[in-house]
């Protein structure tokens, strides 16, 4: 198949832009990306009609599997009462604990793939979905499988991480070590065994686990042959992202509190920065992110949509990248990138997110002239058509 007649935003550095080009895509390969007027031949040719070709876009960071909703927290917090605040008082995650306890997997897919249809909308090809509401065995499990399920349902790619070390159990308030054994020594262990997930995660704040903690989940999961991420610095500092650099980890995700050090830290040892805007808008958080810093680092930043029902529900990644431009000042170009070729970083595939040839042919066609033009508007979707692994799998070509 030779798409031809297209402005092919390749990501090689800066948007990598093409005007006029040809992509030929073989066995749900790129083998080939130039211009039009130097294309191989091809016996099946497509014309794109002068749109928009980005790579299919990454969402790195979701909660996408849940039981319930938290819109009563919402309106909760918008009389004041803090995220932390409502945490504490038994609600927040541990609400959402309750609700995807009690649900089938059945249930707990049908309500995912409804969300996931609205991120599949705006051309997204992969996503990384945590589990994390189940703190259990059994529930992080189902979630975790309910998870890898939904690629048999739609044309996405899922990647899963392991978020045991998301909150304390209920069954556990007084026993933290406990509950740090049950992760590192039995779910842990079972989940790596069943290759239900890609990477582990932890959350590390004061709500939550101390760097201490977070280190010992970090150990189980090396010698699980894991790789690590980490929910770090998102409403204070504690340190969490240097303990993720010392793991190499994937990824550090939030980091409006990250300081110096910290980016240093990272920066050295190769981990994205994952901005969440939509965490940011939801808490009505005033700490930004250090962009500048992360910037003049070298670090390579990432943006998601953290959809969750507690800090974010946001199920738009286009939106997504508006609020990484507006709140945190990233340009178009740094926001096209945070959800392409540095998403996929924050995953560890080194497969996609770039159109260049060997990479998996998972493509977005849009009606956009620039690739400046998808970051701009706020609640419009450009989107024409979408390829996953080589096929045509939403629009018309
Ligand atoms: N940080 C987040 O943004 C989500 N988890 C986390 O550790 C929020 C999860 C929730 O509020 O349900
Ligand atoms: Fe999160």
Redesign the pocket.
Known sequence: MLLTHLNAATMQGGYGLIEDAAILIEGGRIAWVGPKAESPQADNIIDCAGRLATPGLVDCHT?LV?GGS?AHEFEQRLTGVS?AEI?RAGG??AS?VRATRSQSEADLAASALRRLDSLLAEGMTTIEIKS??GLDRDTEIKMLKVARELSQWRPVDVVTSY?GA??LPPEFKDDRAGYVDLVCNEVLPAVAGQKLADAVDA?C?GI?FSVEETRRVFEAAHAHGLPVKL?AE?LSNLGGAKLAAAFGALSV??IEYLDQEGVEAIAASGTVAVL?PG?FYYLREKQSPPVATLRKAGVPIAIAT?L?????PVHSILTTMNMACVLFGLTPEEALRGVTVNAAKALGLSDRGVITPGMKADIALWDAERPGDLAYPLGFNPLSAVIHNGEVVRGML
Not at 308 to 312: D, E, I, R, T
């Open positions: 909660h849940y938290r995220y945490a927040g995650i959402t994390g509401y978020l998301h909150a959350f704040e939550a929910h998102q995700d939030h969440l965490a953290d969750n029902p507690g800090s974010s």
